[in-house]
């Protein structure tokens, strides 16, 4: 089984302008920061998992030459998938090497108080919390730093799997497994147009084009699982593969909330969802946002589907 994670990210209210212009802060393009990506490290020693993850500014494409100075999770967006079990016991640690600004994480995968578990982490320091995940499904994790739409729509945030402790009840079926998160573009680094604007751009796994210039892949008769994820920050998803059903759904990605022959799914702002459907014919299938303004916007890829024993 595989899961790809694609990413990237960026605006585009620098066509046409000169290049000083377009920086909100008024910092000359070469004190941009662009701080290299950190890979997360993730450890497990028996339901214990040990995560570090790393809070920075790293300069991505969220458009073909569109820049976007993100705030990231590691250096990606959206940042790394992280991958664990009902029941594990999490040990998370943030380091942010941002310098300037705080940043926190908020993962929907747990109980915790969180003005204690989710707090600030100041510029070059590091802490650590403690909690348990012990819901299956597929969650949204995001910096909870105010004011929060600021680094949710500068890019911090992506997807956790808690796996069920006794797997979905199709696993056996499944043939191959990809991961697909929407998520908005706005001007750059603007909160006025995070809070009133409309997106530039609306995203699969961070920009517009990745997902369409490399098509996921598949063989005919082939089962395909999805983890879907809508993080918003401030639009609704209706999720939808052209050319067949999702014969099996589970909502939130929880066991429990399964859903059959849907055309389409929808998914609120940080709401997940197992997808799964059979690909029958060889050729290409259009994943897309059906809020066809989402998908003009970029929210649309491919999965290619080539006849099996070739
Ligand atoms: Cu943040
Ligand atoms: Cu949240």
């Known amino acids: 089984m595989l899961v790809i994670l694609l990413i990237i990210g960026g605006c585009d209210w620098s066509v046409g302008q000169p290049a000083e212009s377009r920086l909100p802060s008024g910092k000359p393009e070469v004190q941009r920061l ?13 339901r214990e998992v040990f995560i570090e993850m790393t809070a920075q500014i790293t300069q991505i494409e969220i458009s073909k030459g569109v820049p976007y100075e993100a705030w990231t999770f590691g250096g990606t967006v959206p940042g790394p998938l992280i991958r664990v079990k009902e029941g594990d016991q999490l040990h998370f640690t943030l380091n942010n ?14 109980h915790a108080a969180p003005n204690h578990k989710f707090t600030d982490v100041m510029p070059g320091d ?13 969650f949204m994790y995001h910096c909870g730093t105010k004011p929060v739409l600021m680094h949710l729509a500068n890019g911090m945030y992506g997807m956790i799997i808690v796996e069920p402790k006794d797997g979905y009840p199709t696993d056996q079926q499944v043939d191959r497994e990809y991961m697909i998160v929407q998520s908005e573009w706005y001007k750059e680094n603007d909160y006025q147009d995070f809070l009133n604007g409309r997106p530039r751009y609306v995203v699969f796994n961070g920009d517009n084009f990745t997902l369409t210039d490399h098509p996921l892949t598949a063989r005919t008769g082939d089962r395909v699982r999805l983890y879907v994820l809508n993080a918003g920050p401030n639009e609704v998803s209706s999720f939808h593969v052209v050319g067949t059903l999702m014969d099996t759904v589970y909502l939130d990605g929880n066991p429990l909330n399964v859903l059959h022959g849907m055309q389409t799914v929808l998914l609120p702002a940080s709401g997940g969802a197992v997808v799964e459907f059979q690909l029958t014919e060889a050729g290409d299938y259009t994943m897309l ?10 929210a649309a890829g491919l999965i290619r589907v080539i006849p099996d024993g070739k």
């Open 289 to 298: 946002s059906h809020q066809f303004n989402q998908a003009s916007k970029g």
């Open 34 to 46: 662009n701080q290299p990506p950190v890979p997360p490290v993730i450890r497990r020693k028996g």
């Open 126 to 138: 590091r802490m650590t919390f403690s909690y348990p995940a012990n819901s299956p499904g597929v």
């Open 97 to 110: 090497i941002d310098p300037e600004t705080p940043h926190s994480m908020d993962f929907h995968a747990v």
